[in-house]
Nanobody, 124 residues
Framework: QVQLVESGGGLVQAGGSVRLSCVAS????????MGWFRQTPGKARKFVSR????????DYADSVKGRFTISRDTTKNTLYLQMNSLKPEDTAVYYC?????????????????WGQGTQVTVSS
C-alpha cells in the first residue's frame, strides 16, 4: 500500500513563501492524481490543489489561485506545493493525498491515501 510523508511546514511571515513536499511510496506514482488539502481546528478538510497523473492538468481553489503552484517529480516519487504571497488565512495543517483515478476531483472522497500532515503558520 502507498504511504505519503509531508514535510516543509513551519512559521512564515505574511507575504513570504514556503514549499511543501510529499514523498510517496509505491510503484504507480505517475498513474494517479495527487492533491493537497488543508484543515484548521474545528473545521472540515478543504481542497487546495490537485494534479493529474502525468502532470498535464492542474486545478486550484479560488482562494489560492495565482499564489500556489502544484507540481510532481516522478524520478523522486515526490509531490510539491509552492506557496507564495502567504496570508494569515493560509494557516492550517496541510495534507497530501493520492486519488483513486488519473485526474482526481476536488472532493476528499476521491482520495484513498493520506499523509500525516504538516503545519503551516503565517504570522501578520
Amino acid at each position: 500500500q502507498v504511504q505519503l510523508v509531508e514535510s516543509g511546514g513551519g512559521l512564515v511571515q505574511a507575504g513570504g513563501s514556503v514549499r511543501l513536499s510529499c514523498v510517496a511510496s509505491g510503484r504507480s506514482f505517475s498513474r494517479y492524481a495527487m492533491g493537497w488539502f488543508r484543515q484548521t481546528p474545528g473545521k472540515a478538510r478543504k481542497f487546495v490543489s490537485r494534479i493529474s497523473g502525468s502532470g498535464e492538468f492542474t486545478d486550484y481553489a479560488d482562494s489560492v489561485k495565482g499564489r500556489f503552484t502544484i507540481s510532481r517529480d516522478t524520478t523522486k516519487n515526490t509531490l510539491y506545493l509552492q506557496m507564495n504571497s502567504l496570508k494569515p488565512e493560509d494557516t492550517a495543517v496541510y495534507y497530501c493525498a493520492r486519488s483513486r483515478n488519473y485526474y482526481g476531483t476536488n472532493d476528499a472522497q476521491n482520495f484513498d491515501t493520506w499523509g500525516q500532515g504538516t503545519q503551516v503558520t503565517v504570522s501578520s
